[in-house]
């Protein structure tokens, strides 16, 4: 119950496509979602995060939407960039877990 | 400038050694932790500390010790009972109170065991 399932796990766009990287969570007390990217030999950098009480996080051409009722999340590029190719990592987390739980994650590529 | 700072970036080790890894913040966090990352793979959990001189095992702790003695500092050593100990270990922090519990990532130390 306390997995986080991150799909697909690698995935290829042709420049200016939209990829859309999706996890899938048990546990009802997660209620902060949030998005790493990690570039090759870096430490991962949070990305965006959302709280259950909105449906869609946007941020420059990265947006999560959120199924409470699916208990799902996903993040959406927009006018993807090569520069955008990267690991991406999804994770879920609650108050007083002291921790959070990682997805598995995504290896995107943006081809030129 | 505040952030994680991890030394060195790069670690050489001869098998049978141990070897310790820093990870030092300067964001006044409460909260600190170790994952370990191999190629390909994600993150998994190897320590994490909510206050000084308390810790907790992760999903991956054996061979792995810790110490918290500074809020600052949350250093890792890798003992010569890890079986497999190369690989891209990666320190972050955060805060622990509200509903604030972003996580910040150093960037890394990459461990090579021969």
């Known amino acids: 119950q306390q997995q986080v399932k991150q799909s697909p796990q690698s995935l290829i766009v042709q420049k200016g496509g939209i990829p859309i990287i999706n996890c899938a969570y048990e546990?009802?007390?997660?209620?902060?979602f949030p998005w790493y990217q990690q570039f090759p030999g870096k430490g991962p950098a949070l990305l965006i995060a959302?709280?259950?009480?909105?449906s869609e996080k946007k941020e420059g051409r990265f947006t999560i939407s959120f199924n409470k009722s699916a208990k799902q999340f996903s993040l959406h590029i927009m006018d993807s960039q090569p520069g955008d190719s990267a690991t991406y990592f999804c994770a879920a987390g609650a108050r007083g877990a002291q921790k959070l739980v990682f997805g598995q994650g995504t290896r995107l590529t943006i081809n030129p | 400038d505040g952030g994680i700072t991890q030394s060195p970036k790069y670690l050489f080790r001869k098998e049978g050694q141990n070897v310790t890894l820093s990870c030092e913040q300067n964001?006044?966090?409460?909260?600190m932790y170790w994952y370990r990352q191999d190629p390909g793979q994600g993150l998994r959990l190897i320590y994490y500390s909510q206050i000084v001189n308390d810790f907790q095992k992760g999903d991956i702790a054996e061979g792995y010790s810790v110490s918290r003695e500074k809020k600052e500092s949350f250093p890792l050593t890798v003992t010569s009972a890890q079986k497999n100990p190369t690989a891209f270990y990666l320190c972050?922090?955060?805060?622990?109170?509200?509903?604030?519990?972003?996580?910040?990532f150093g960037p890394g130390t990459r461990l090579t065991v021969t």
């Open positions: 959302i709280r259950p009480d909105v």
């Open positions: 546990n009802t007390a997660f209620d902060y």
């Open positions: 964001l006044n966090h409460d909260a």
């Open positions: 972050a922090s955060s805060i622990t109170t509200g509903i604030n519990y972003e996580q910040y």
